[in-house]
Antibody, heavy 121, light 108 residues
Framework: EVQLVESGGGLVQPGRSLRLSCAASGFTFDDYAMHWVRQAPGKGLEWVSGLDWNSNNIGYVDSVKGRFTISRDNAKSSLYLQMNSLRPEDTALYYC??????????????WGRGTLVTVSS | EIVLTQSPGTLSLSPGERATLSCRASQSVSNSYLAWYQQKPGQAPTLLIF???SRATGIPDTFSGSGSATDFTLTISRLEPEDFAVYYC?????????FGQGTKVEIK
């Protein structure tokens, strides 16, 4: 059974940093692309970032470029999101999501339960 | 970026009725790279449809997707009680991957 468990969320002041983690199990992690998708309270879904199986191809939504960095450790079956210079508009539930193939140019076939990030002074 | 507009915003129907949800793209979605997700309150989204019309593993055939280019449709042929939820379309033909704003299917 595919399991994705996010951690690292919390309350942080504007301008500060936070690192999210996603622990994956139930599949061969290094065969698949991975993503972060967020959902602001009461709002819709927004793709944040994704990377392919070997991190050679990475993408970000414009609003986080230069502030967020996605990475993965295939040996640990883990995905990360380093978030710097956080803004109140980054407040959201952050989901870790798996792609169906090694390339990140696809949809999301499994999702974690999310970790909540609140940016507020 | 491709903007997806879903309609209606809310659909009020009774169990057993047919639901038709629309997703319109601001420009053509290449290769019909469009997916549909279901999200219930307090839960993560679940993949229903990919490639505009292919059902994901374990999704009943009461769910079907159709369309191409800029116009896509999700149809639920007979609503079951567990189908009342919010539905999102998502395009993955052009980065950044974008979602529609969602359609809520509620019990009438």
């Amino acid at each position: 059974e595919v399991q994705l468990v996010e951690s690292g969320g919390g309350l942080v002041q504007p301008g500060r940093s936070l690192r999210l983690s996603c622990a994956a199990s139930g599949f061969t992690f290094d065969d698949y692309a991975m993503h972060w998708v967020r959902q602001a309270p009461g709002k819709g879904l927004e793709w944040v970032s994704g990377l392919d199986w070997n991190s050679n191809n990475i993408g970000y939504v414009d609003s986080v470029k230069g502030r967020f960095t996605i990475s993965r450790d295939n040996a640990k079956s883990s995905l990360y999101l380093q978030m710097n210079s956080l803004r109140p508009e980054d407040t959201a539930l952050y989901y870790c999501a798996k792609g169906p193939y090694s390339s990140f140019i696809y949809y999301f076939d499994y999702w974690g339960r999310g970790t909540l990030v609140t940016v507020s002074s | 970026e491709i903007v997806l507009t879903q309609s209606p915003g809310t659909l009020s129907l009774s169990p057993g009725e047919r639901a038709t949800l629309s997703c319109r793209a601001s420009q053509s979605v290449s290769n019909s790279y469009l997916a549909w997700y279901q999200q219930k309150p307090g839960q993560a989204p679940t993949l229903l449809i990919f490639g505009a019309s292919s059902r994901a593993t374990g999704i009943p055939d009461t769910f079907s997707g159709s369309g191409s280019a800029t116009d896509f449709t999700l149809t639920i042929s007979r609503l079951e009680p567990e189908d009342f939820a919010v539905y999102y379309c998502q395009q993955y033909g052009s980065s950044p991957w974008t979602f529609g704003q969602g359609t809520k299917v509620e019990i009438k």
